[in-house]
């Protein structure tokens, strides 16, 4: 018999299985495998070296404004404080006594007076200025024709030189020759002593600082109004949502943290009041009696009228200590109540 056909034998050699590395290519290569033409990612030093030049370079460019925040910020109220355990007249040696300032201040009823006179300023000032900030950067909020220069025309007050304005509206709240006084005579109403007046002096005063920061404050809730979305208010109306619904449900709930920034900057600025009560109550200044004496005021006239700087840096600290528990209560109060994301 014969023995079976045996097939051809082809000796061609098995195709080599491609790895990993070899199909990424050179280009394509991993970490830690860097291949030709490729250098290779640094080392841990490497990346140390880098992260902190990356952390000089940062601190470079926050580093002069750091300075100044240390220099005009922190560094007045460490020496303020200092300045407070001290009796110092500016002219003789200071004497240190610790915390009999403190003490002082404690059954000082005049420091006292000052506080709550500056509560009400704030009272009567901080609710009208903010409403009505907010009903303007509604009402401006449009694109009509003219809106640019009504937005410039509200913030000029507050671009004016609070003592130059505070004359001029001494001037016209003047009791005898007032223009306010002279266009209520056109309707029969007799002269009021406006400035004279233990009553009105305060509330005046408050007209003329709401006067000069609604259209300031306003900016901020205009900025706030232009970053909510519109298609949030195209689909209320789609719901069938009035203008005063659109209004408590989106347009207040989103503008929470423009309100919380407006809050905590007007109350800081009318807790420091100082130029318009100056100017307008000359020269019975802080007058009538006392009606206008605000903490600003008080902490003037004891440093430079009564020479009794140690004193004055101790009702000071007092001002800082108020706005320091006002500030943090509106960041407890905010912080739940606060989104800053628009859907």
Same mark, same amino acid.
């Given at each position: 018999?014969?023995?079976?056909i045996?097939p051809?034998?082809?000796?061609?050699p098995?195709?080599?299985?491609?790895?990993?590395?070899d199909?990424?290519?050179p280009?394509? &290569?991993e970490?830690?495998? &860097?291949?030709p033409?490729t250098a290779? *990612?640094?080392?841990?030093?490497?990346?140390?070296?880098?992260?902190?030049?990356?952390?000089?370079?940062?601190?470079?460019?926050?580093g002069?404004s750091? #300075?100044g925040?240390?220099?005009?910020l922190l560094?007045p109220?460490?020496?303020?404080a200092?300045?407070?355990?001290?009796?110092?007249?500016?002219?003789?040696?200071?004497k240190f006594?610790?915390?009999a300032?403190?003490?002082?201040?404690? !059954? $000082?009823g005049?420091?006292? !007076?000052?506080?709550?006179?500056?509560?009400?300023y704030?009272?009567?000032?901080?609710?009208v200025?903010t409403? #009505?900030?907010? #009903?303007l950067?509604?009402?401006?909020?449009?694109r009509?024709?003219?809106?640019?220069?009504?937005r &410039?025309v509200?913030?000029?007050?507050?671009?004016?030189? *609070?003592?130059?304005m505070g004359? +001029?509206w001494?001037?016209i709240?003047?009791?005898? !020759?007032?223009?306010?006084n002279?266009?209520?005579?056109?309707?029969?109403?007799?002269?009021?002593?406006?400035?004279?007046?233990?009553?009105?002096?305060?509330?005046?005063?408050?007209?003329?600082?709401?006067?000069?920061?609604?259209g300031?404050?306003?900016?901020?809730?205009?900025a706030?109004?232009?970053?909510?979305? $519109? !298609?949030?208010?195209?689909?209320a109306? +789609?719901?069938?949502a009035? *203008?005063?619904?659109?209004f408590?449900?989106i347009t207040?709930?989103?503008l929470?943290p423009t309100?919380?920034?407006v809050l905590?900057?007007s109350?800081?600025?009318?807790?420091?009041?100082?130029d318009?009560?100056?100017s307008?109550?000359a020269?019975?200044?802080?007058?009538?009696?006392n009606?206008?004496?605000?903490?600003?005021?008080?902490?003037?006239?004891?440093a430079?009228?009564?020479?009794? $700087?140690?004193?004055?840096s101790?009702?000071?600290?007092?001002?800082?200590?108020?706005l320091?528990v006002?500030?943090?209560?509106? +960041?407890l109060?905010?912080?739940?109540?606060t989104?800053?994301?628009h859907?």
């Open positions: 018999m014969s023995a079976p045996q051809p034998s082809t000796n061609v098995a195709k080599p299985t491609a790895t990993p590395a199909a990424a290519g280009g394509n &290569a970490p830690g495998n &860097a291949g033409g290779a *990612p640094p080392g841990r030093g490497g990346r140390r070296v880098q992260r902190l030049r990356a952390t000089l370079t940062a601190y470079a460019l926050i002069p750091l #300075l925040v240390l220099a005009f560094a109220v460490v020496i303020v200092v300045i407070s355990l001290f009796r110092w007249n500016l002219l003789s040696s200071p006594i610790g915390l300032n403190y003490r002082r201040m404690a !059954h $000082d005049s420091v006292w !007076h000052s506080v709550l006179v500056t509560f009400a704030v009272v009567l000032t901080i609710p200025q409403v #009505l900030a907010l #009903l950067a509604v009402m401006l909020n449009t009509l024709r003219g809106v640019k220069v009504l &410039a509200y913030v000029v007050p507050w671009m004016a030189t *609070p003592v130059v004359v +001029v001494r001037w709240f003047d009791g005898r !020759h007032g223009a306010v002279a266009f209520l005579a056109l309707f029969g109403v007799d002269a009021v002593n406006w400035l004279q007046s233990t009553t009105l002096a305060l509330p005046t005063v408050a007209i003329v600082g709401i006067w000069s920061s609604a300031y404050t306003m900016l901020f809730f205009l706030g109004l232009q970053g909510i979305p $519109d !298609h949030l208010y195209e689909a109306r +789609v719901d069938g009035t *203008p005063v619904q659109q408590f449900r207040l709930p989103l929470r309100m919380f920034f905590v900057t109350v800081i600025g009318s807790f420091q009041v100082f318009t009560v100056y307008m109550t020269p019975n200044y802080g007058g009538p009696g009606a206008t004496a605000v903490l600003n005021f008080k902490i003037y006239s004891t430079f009228q009564l020479f009794d $700087d140690g004193y004055a101790a009702i000071a600290m007092l001002l800082f200590g108020l320091l006002l500030t943090l209560a509106q +960041v109060y905010f912080r739940k109540r989104t800053y994301e859907g």
